[in-house]
């Protein structure tokens, strides 16, 4: 397969995502925020959040499986609380919105929460940590997802990839932040594989006959009959604690479903409504404001003590350097500002495709 990298300017990206979502009618305040998540996750490196799931989010609007005019229900607002219902709508409309209204209660009551029901896939979650970041907080943002990963000593794909992502402020030049799946790679990562045409790293995904998989295109065809499951954070069985990524994956499952009254497991395949098929998945969101416990510049300086002092401890030989969470996506942030963001060629088909049944004919690419 050729796969010959291309660069793009990030924000010429970021502004063709817009477009795209303006293209599909979504109103142009919430094409803003999508394409800001999206770009945001590429920046940072994240591959498999950004550019990458744009067309996926064009299939399923153009399906009618997601709502373009996203209109959110109250369903609770407490003080510090609330309970909010996406209707299908965006999930990263939904998201973005959830957790700044938990900012903001958090800024009057020292924490914030918001629960949401029947949203939609959101994108990265760090962003909403980050959001909190930005405004002195810790961030913690959850989502449930399509069934992927086993329960221990299971085959069968029950829960999602659930990430589990907490950021917090410190006062170097970028937050602590760790946002991943609590299975050992995700379904995107899956995708990534089989784009560039490369196996699978080992003992990551397992069959319905309990042996390893590696060849991404058939794995993502096997998910498809949930006959492959993505393994959690510690592997297959309990030699090496696979129940840890299965427990830590069901506590992200009870915050984003138990609390909403919301789907979950095997109800985020599908569920056909009125002879429509959705694809729902609920959240979670928190914001702590540090203000109200030793205060923010204590909070910083003693995050970034423990984050300095992470970096200093003696370092395997064999290594170049110790790093903290968040750290590598911030260079990689610098890098990409400047670099451009990859494209390979299976992306780039991506966007000749939507550029092309959009008309967005005033984007000239180098492809």
Not at 14 to 26: A, E, T, W
């Amino acid at each position: 397969m050729n796969d010959e990298i291309v660069y793009l300017d990030a924000k010429t990206l970021q502004n063709f995502m817009r477009d795209v979502f303006i293209g599909l009618s979504l109103p142009k305040e919430d094409a803003e925020i999508i394409s800001e998540v999206l770009i945001a996750s590429d920046l940072r490196g994240i591959d498999t959040h950004g550019i990458q799931r744009c067309k996926m989010y064009y299939d399923r609007i153009k399906q009618g499986i997601y709502e373009v005019k996203t209109k959110i229900d109250i369903i609770k607002d407490d003080q510090a609380t609330a309970l909010w219902d996406g209707n299908c709508g965006m999930g990263h409309v939904i998201a973005y919105k959830a957790m700044k209204t938990a900012i903001e209660k958090a800024k009057k009551y020292g924490l914030g929460a918001v629960a949401v029901r029947n949203s939609t896939h959101f994108g990265i979650a760090g962003y909403y940590s980050l959001m909190a970041i930005k405004e002195g907080m810790i961030g913690l943002a959850v989502t449930n997802a399509r069934p992927s990963i086993p329960p221990t000593f299971g085959v069968e794909p029950m829960l999602g990839t659930n990430p589990l992502t907490v950021g917090a402020p410190t006062d170097e030049k970028f937050p602590f932040l760790i946002d991943c799946a609590t299975s050992i790679i995700q379904r995107g990562k899956v995708e990534l594989y089989s784009r560039v045409d490369k196996p699978m790293p080992e003992n990551t995904v397992v069959g319905d006959d309990g042996n390893f998989l590696r060849d991404p295109n058939e794995i993502l065809d096997l998910m498809l009959q949930r006959k492959a499951a993505l393994l959690p954070l510690g592997g297959k069985g309990e030699e090496t604690a696979g129940y840890k990524g299965y427990g830590y994956a069901t506590v992200v499952e009870l915050l984003s479903a138990a609390l909403q009254e919301g789907i979950f497991l095997r109800d985020t395949l599908g569920i056909e409504e009125n002879g429509q098929k959705r694809l729902k998945v609920g959240h979670f969101f928190l914001a702590i404001n540090t203000e109200f416990f030793a205060g923010l510049d204590a909070f910083k300086l003693t995050a970034g003590n423990i984050m300095r002092s992470l970096r200093s401890a003696k370092k395997d030989p064999n290594a170049e350097r110790i790093y903290t969470a968040g750290e590598k996506e911030y260079m990689a942030e610098l890098e990409r500002g400047t670099k451009g963001i990859p494209l390979n060629q299976s992306l780039q088909e991506d966007i000749k495709v939507m550029k092309e049944e959009l008309g967005l004919d005033s984007y000239k690419f180098p492809f």
